[in-house]
């Protein structure tokens, strides 16, 4: 499983959440993704199903598939791919059943590889600047689009685009750019807030896996 792929679904997750400590170099933008972050603050719990999609045009590369997510604070459950990724709030679990493998992690949001929503929540907080963009009709939606570049040049991000709806104040779409030409876009086809989750939603129950084979990690 290429796990960096599952790091760009949770850029959206970054998107979606964390708008609120960026460096002031737009005020206008600032305004509209303090706005954003006010919004998701005040949900109990977010479900979003959406697009992902590849593009390499020199590679030939022109790839799209769809996936979900849920979060409950620290909590997720994330599906994409074919594989999917629970994470507790104490424990990471990976799900791969065409390989019928399980991996089990233990995870700090803190630490700096953890590749968890919550981890990823200071993605655009620091090292990014940021400016107003072009604005799109989007079949009668208005969304407003917010640049944002990396301050290390070494980087292997170019650009990324982040798209607002401008009536919900909810991320519509991210596109992100990188240096090997490659172009990553993330639209989110149903955001749905305040659900009634099932108790047992992030509880790993290994009698549903037992012909997996499962590594523990720690």
Known sequence: ????????????????????????QDAKAKKLLDEVSAKVKSYDNMFIDFKYGLSNEAAGINQETRGDVTLDGDKYKLNLMGTMQMYDGKKLYTIVPEDEEITISTQNPGDDDAITPSKMLTFFNEGYTYKWDIEQNVSGRKIQ???????DSNSELKSALLGIDAQTKHIYRLIMTQNNGSKITITVNTFKTDQPLPGNLFTFDASKYSDYYINELD
């Open 1 to 24: 499983m290429n796990f960096s792929k599952i790091k760009y679904i949770t850029l959206l997750v970054v998107a979606v959440l964390s708008t609120s400590s960026l460096f002031a």
């Open 145 to 151: 689009y917010v640049k944002l570049v990396p301050m």
